[in-house]
């Protein structure tokens, strides 16, 4: 997802579902959530980047869930390390609305598209067709900014061992007069993330941490956690916890949020989540924010069937 808000076992295509590419963008990929412009990440008042609630929330995901399955990237904003694999594709169609107290901004629809070069790389491109509604003005429209990116798997122990990657995206503004329309920021970043997996007894987590460097902006760090259980091997749910906080000024954007995904037909999976800030609602806290759409894994051949 448009990072800064983008499946099995985070390492190998094999799996019933295949793992994500995005996060971000703000999911957008997919990195987090947009605010105002469509592309930034929310910004809060908040006087501290501190997590506090953020452990005792996981903490009790990870001693209460009895068989669990994460999975990162779409509909989530927490990405794994996973890849598509040699040759092949997943493209993730979705419509994310994000609603705050008096104002609107929603992906329609965002467009993330991952290739897999060899096992352990991914090639990652995603935009979004934004909707954005401000108080007092027209509603407008128009394409956001472009997320290029590179996913690299340099370490994989394997299905229930440590797997680590990094994930090195640009966001940027594309000549079509969004920055003059308030679509989006005049500002273009670099996001540098890591992700990691892990299987600890049934319990399959995956976390991504990383550093934004922003021109003409103030520089952020994103962080976040996906949990799961995997139901069926068509039907999974998860819940997870992402955050992005600015420096100088410090502003601290919490969400929490459920999904999940339905392997309708090889190659097709339904995505869809909801979720809200864990701040109070306000003119840029979400009171609502999600994502619906349908996954494509191409060729369908490079996956099991069942």
Known sequence: ????????????????????????????????????????????????????????????????????????????????????????????LGYMPFFYSNQSVSHTPDVDINFGVGERIQLTYENAWLRVQNPGSRTQFGLGQSNPGVKWRFYDAGESGLSVSVFPQMFLNNPNHAIQRGITPASQSFLLPFEFSKKFGPIDVDYEIGYQAVHKGPDAWITGLVLGHEFTKKFELDMELYSQCTFHPSQYQPTFDIGGRYKLHSPVIVLFMAGRSLEPTRSNQ?????????????????YNRE
């Open 286 to 302: 979400t009171y609502f924010l999600g994502y619906f759409g349908l996954q494509f894994l191409l060729p369908p051949k490079s």
């Open 1 to 92: 997802m448009i990072r800064s808000f983008h499946f099995g076992s985070s390492a190998d295509r094999k799996n019933e579902f295949c793992t994500g590419a995005k996060g971000h963008s703000a999911r957008a990929s997919r990195s987090g959530p947009y605010m105002n412009s469509g592309t930034t990440r929310f910004r809060t008042n908040r006087p501290s980047c501190t997590l506090s609630g953020w452990g005792l929330i996981a903490c009790f995901f990870l001693f209460a869930a009895t068989s669990a399955l994460a999975q990162g990237g779409p509909p989530y904003y927490t990405n794994d390390p996973g890849t598509p694999g040699p040759l092949n594709w997943e493209i993730n």
